[in-house]
């Protein structure tokens, strides 16, 4: 293994939103291509985190829990 194999790029930020309590953040990590969408709720303290397919990066973005729910991940 060499010294380049131990350097990963973090996760980068795309984008992120807050409605009322409820932010949610789009990341992509450039070395896997995962994307990952977080979502907390500030009033309750509550945090959700899924893996996207990246092809519904922007719908599960924007409608975080219905995608949750049909990767069972809600």
Known sequence: MSATDLIHSPPR???ARVA???ETT???NEDTGAVTV???NRASGGHLQFAAAPDKA???F???YAYAATIGAA
């Open 62 to 64: 924007y409608h975080p």
């Open 26 to 28: 789009l990341s992509w």
């Open 20 to 22: 009322d309590a409820v």
């Open 58 to 60: 922007l719908y599960a």
């Open 38 to 40: 977080s979502v907390r």
């Open 13 to 15: 930020e795309l984008s």
